[in-house]
């Protein structure tokens, strides 16, 4: 009898316990829900449980769960991506602070950005890291530098062997070693983001280079005398102040040429606007002065990000600044462009480069996309679906759909009509954890 007792309670907890899991951890109800990918469903009901969307259901269908949100009037967008990042501590949280769930780290202390990585901890952004750039005699210290075929190799074995998700080639390689890059990392699962130098955009599609970084190599394959252009990059410097002379002086017909050949090889562009942006306001001191007060350590903003220091070190000049304005708004077109011909864009702010403010700045990458005449749709997508492709984690995250990482933001308003809209946040939600709530 006792026996039977035990038992009869035994099984009263289990169906307690039972119940209990079958109550979803949090319940959004009455959103627009913009999946990511280009649907939309006009007023839905999305459902979390154990750090993963259970259901996506149109219109408020009965349920309850542990937490129950009314988002009537606003927008659930998957968790944002921010495809070209320097992770540091101090900016961890502000990336989620602003709905940048996932980013992809192009250059760092492998030692640092590849244990934290792989912890992919529920608390902080995922994270594609490169470790360390791979790049050619006379880069700095903190780059790999190959130099033979066998060191190219070499390098990318070991890279992807220390758990890299991507490698980072930088701009003083050339075409036949990017090749090498391309072909081991493919053998291996593993993509090549290129800042181009020496090499055009049309030759790194040519080997075989997943994604182009801020636009580089555009100009010297459109420009007239694209060796004279390329020349100019023994001096890594030097040679970005002449590609972005050149931008306003290039040639339509050209750039479609380039746009196709891109195309043609499935290139994503990767275009840090907010970089360009920021260097052409240097001397603005609202500028410099807004973005040191949205969250970033007095340590980074008054000497990091001290504006004689970062013009002396890049041999800047205000004529320097005027000339990344000039660029900026043809290059926002060519953005436009690129994806009104097909092509393929993954938003990425170059964070935390000097001024562009980790978080914030994804933001306002994509205001800068639409202000070149994308349709927002085509650039929330740059910075969900068509990101998450990019970096490889589209099974786990950049839509809203069941399976999938709980990793969505509530915003005011309808970013598809103002996409100022992704900035006025109300809930960021990382693999079902509430990270802000406003």
Do not use: C
Not at 347 to 358: D, H, I, L, R, T
């Amino acid at each position: 009898m006792a026996a039977l007792k035990l038992t009869s309670v035994a099984l009263a907890v289990a169906l307690v316990s039972l119940a209990q899991a079958r109550v979803p951890d949090l319940l959004v109800r009455n959103a627009r829900v913009v999946r990511g990918d280009g649907r939309v469903i006009a007023r839905a009901t999305v459902v979390m449980t154990g750090g993963r969307i259970t259901r996506v259901a149109a219109g408020n269908p009965a349920g309850r769960a542990r937490r129950e949100i009314d988002a009537a009037g606003r927008t659930l967008m998957p968790g944002l991506v921010d495809a070209h990042v320097r992770v540091r501590d101090w900016t961890l949280p502000l990336l989620l602070r602003w709905g940048v769930t996932s980013v992809r780290d192009l250059g760092n202390d492998r030692g640092f950005v590849l244990p934290l990585a792989a912890a992919d901890a529920p608390d902080v952004p995922q994270i594609v890291a490169a470790g360390s750039i791979i790049d050619g005699p006379g880069a700095g210290s903190d780059a790999v530098i190959v130099s033979t075929v066998a060191d190219a190799r070499t390098t990318v074995r070991n890279a992807v062997r220390a758990g890299a998700g991507v490698i980072s080639a930088g701009p003083r390689l050339h075409q036949a070693m990017l090749s090498v890059l391309a072909a081991e990392g493919a053998a291996r699962g593993v993509p090549v983001a290129a800042q181009l130098g020496r090499t055009t955009a049309m030759e790194a599609a040519d080997a075989g280079v997943t994604s182009l970084e801020g636009l580089s190599g555009i100009a010297v394959s459109a420009a007239g005398s694209p060796d004279a252009l390329r020349a100019q990059f023994d001096d890594v410097d030097a040679g970005v102040k002449a590609a972005i002379r050149e931008w306003p002086r290039l040639d339509a017909s050209r750039l479609r040429t380039v746009a196709r050949r891109l195309i043609e090889q499935n290139v994503v562009l990767v275009p840090a606007l907010a970089h360009v942006e920021a260097i052409a306001h240097l001397q603005n001191p609202s500028f410099t002065q807004a973005a040191i007060r949205a969250g970033v350590p007095r340590d980074i903003g008054g000497h990091e990000w001290d504006v004689s220091e970062v013009m002396r070190r890049h041999g800047w000049t205000t004529t320097t600044l005027a000339d990344f304005g000039a660029a900026l708004p043809m290059m926002q077109r060519f953005v436009a462009d690129y994806v009104r011909m097909g092509g393929r864009v993954a938003a990425g702010s170059g964070a935390p480069e000097p001024f562009v403010v980790p978080g914030t700045s994804l933001h306002r990458e994509l205001q800068l996309y639409v202000g070149g005449g994308m349709p927002p749709v085509a650039a929330l997508r740059s910075a969900t679906a068509g990101a998450a492709a990019l970096l490889g984690i589209a099974d786990r995250t950049g839509t809203i759909e069941a399976g999938k990482d709980a990793d969505v933001v509530l915003v005011d308003g309808d970013p598809l009509r103002d996409v100022q809209a992704t900035e006025r946040i109300r809930l960021v939600i990382k693999r079902g954890i509430v990270i802000y709530d406003r």
